[in-house]
């Protein structure tokens, strides 16, 4: 079997050549409901587009009906699960590779919810998704959080549990793993080492000061991870394009936290 396709979108969503990833997604409003932000869609992707992330997440039909103008401008990473608010430890598969081709995708994602009960059918559908995606040439993403009914929520940052969840996606064949950032570089390093394939962190809550994200940002990078996929705190941020400009300055730039500041009040001050 040729590996090729698969290169092929590797290589355009890791674009800069740097081998990091700075991702943005938009995959929240089944999950968690239609939040600010979600409700203006095609505004909000027109500011996102702008502040030219590696790739955008979502799913298929607002792919395919938001997207098409912006199509081949940014990589487009098809979500082919969704969790809800009323079931938040179950992700249920509702996309399949193939849509995801006739989309343009350069790559698939899927959510897997894992320590607790609904692990195992969870699991399963990423292990066969991780077949599809292979036959495709697909990349595959997997957000990959331990947040089930079997441990508590003071575990759901611990590194003992982040590492179970990150060596889980890279054991079934995914090729980018997103998961929670421990709270330390220290820690999140051993995470990376655990995980053979590659490891990007999701922003989480909304409602931090931007130092919180930018330093977060900043100590992935420096643990090993490729990058980060940001959603909540970007698109609902009031400038969401310089917002990306800062924070890719950390992924590809190599700047500091003080120096993404800077550059991000710098860009918002030159467009007013
Ligand atoms: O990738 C994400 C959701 O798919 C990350 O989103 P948040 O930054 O909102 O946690
Ligand atoms: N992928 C998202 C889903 C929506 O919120 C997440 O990881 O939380």
Not at 25 to 48: P, Q, S, Y
Not at 88 to 115: F, M, N, Y
């Amino acid at each position: 079997m040729s590996f090729l396709g698969k290169e092929v979108r590797m290589n355009r969503l890791l674009s800069k050549r740097d081998g990091r990833y700075l991702g943005i997604t938009v995959d929240h409003a089944m999950a968690r409901g239609v939040m600010r932000g979600l409700d203006t869609i095609e505004d909000t992707l027109a500011k996102l587009v702008a502040g030219e992330p590696d790739a955008l997440t979502m799913h298929k039909g607002l792919a395919e009906k938001c997207y098409a103008k912006h199509a081949g401008k940014i990589p487009l990473v098809v979500k082919c699960s969704t969790f809800s608010p009323y079931q938040p430890d179950l992700d249920t598969v509702v996309g399949d590779v193939e849509e995801a081709v006739r989309l343009g995708a350069d790559a698939v994602s899927v959510g897997c919810i894992v320590c607790g009960d609904t692990q195992p059918a969870q699991v399963a559908a990423l292990g066969k998704m991780a077949k599809d995606a292979a036959s495709f040439g697909m990349p595959l993403v997997a957000h990959i959080y331990p947040r089930g009914n079997q441990i508590a929520k003071d575990c759901y940052y611990k590194a003992e549990y982040v590492m179970y969840a990150a060596r889980l996606g890279a054991e079934l064949g995914v090729d980018i793993v997103k998961t929670s950032y421990t709270g330390d570089p220290e820690s999140f390093a051993k995470v990376v080492q655990a995980c053979p394939a590659k490891v990007v962190v999701a922003g989480g809550s909304p409602g931090k000061d931007l130092e919180h994200y930018f330093q977060m940002a900043y100590d992935v990078v420096d643990a090993g991870a490729i990058g980060v996929t940001f959603g909540r705190f970007v698109f609902q941020y009031g400038d969401p394009a310089s917002l990306i400009k800062a924070i890719s300055s950390i992924i590809h730039g190599k700047n500091s936290v003080k120096e993404a500041l800077d550059l991000l009040a710098y860009l918002e001050n030159e467009k007013k």
